[in-house]
């Protein structure tokens, strides 16, 4: 494992970079993803006394086998994004840079601001990352041999000891982003009229794309509000946006209903959740250095 001193100085030079980044690149959703996956591989049956073994926000996710894993595709391009801001703050680990700019890019869409730590202890070695499988699926088959879109949400979340709320919380930030046909296997091959170029994402207006194309849930993707569920919620949503299996559940399922139906009306219970699940997530499997980690 990689014991670093990041000061709070250090810390908040790297944060204000990646503000910058993000403004510049409009690379928020993939930063998120990069965060969320590296987090994701967390079992909380070996627990985070077991670090790195249990997995979870350990920054394994740059070496390759983790890497190469099917539901990280593309995921490089966000690792090569960070890869300056990692060479000019040496001292602040991996693992801390992936939250931080997960925590950054949602802010900077016009999100709730995450009440994040800092000074996680990094995974050093191949020999440390996470095996295969422990990620959702977006649609059936499900690779854990789960039959429904809410028994495989409920055992992959379960697993990293989350709650329904934060299941659907959590889901709620696909108010960012695209799905890429080369990536998980969903989304248009030529975009859709919210992703190649006639739509204004950015949640302040400003001009601001990224690459075109993929299928966005959310008709402004790089704005971080509640539209996820009132599209959700919509009989009539635009047949352009994206709706996989494990969001329409959200609607299905007795337990996560409730929660997408308070969500579509009152966008500040939604932030406040969301913080909350975010910096749950973002603390998985973490050994932290100083013990109690830094904060901001």
Known sequence: ??????????????????????????????????????????????????FPKCGGANGSIRF???????????????????GSIKKKHENVGWADLMQMASAVAVEHA??????????????????????????????????DGTNTPQDHLRKVFYRMGLSDKDIVALSGAHTLGRAW???SGFGAENGTKFTTGDVTPRADGKP????????????KWLAFDNSYFTELMLKDSDPELLKLDTDKILLGDESFRP??????????????????????LSELGVKWSPEGGITL
């Not at 070695?125 to 095996?131: D, N, R």
């Not at 690459?211 to 959310?218: Q, V």
């Not at 929660?259 to 749950?280: G, I, M």
Request: net charge negative; aromatic share 8%.
């Open 181 to 183: 046909k080369n990536r």
């Open 208 to 219: 601001g794309y990224g690459t075109k194309g993929g299928t966005s849930w959310t008709q």
């Open 259 to 280: 929660l997408c139906e308070t969500y579509a009306k009152d966008s500040a219970a939604f932030f406040a959740d969301y913080a909350v699940s975010h910096a749950k």
């Open 110 to 143: 016009g999100g709730p601001k995450i009440p994040m730590k800092y000074g996680r202890v990094d995974a050093v070695s191949a020999e440390e990352c996470s095996p295969e499988g422990n990620l959702p699926n977006a649609a059936a088959p499900f690779g």
């Open 1 to 50: 494992m990689s014991l670093r001193a990041s000061s709070k100085e250090e810390l908040v030079a790297a944060q204000k970079d990646l503000f910058d980044l993000v403004e510049k690149q409009n690379c928020n959703p993939i930063l998120i993803r990069l965060a969320w996956h590296d987090a994701g591989t967390y079992d909380d049956k070996i627990g985070a006394a077991a």
């Open 64 to 82: 390759d086998p983790e890497l190469a894993h099917g539901a990280n595709a593309g995921l490089k391009i966000a690792l090569n994004l960070l």
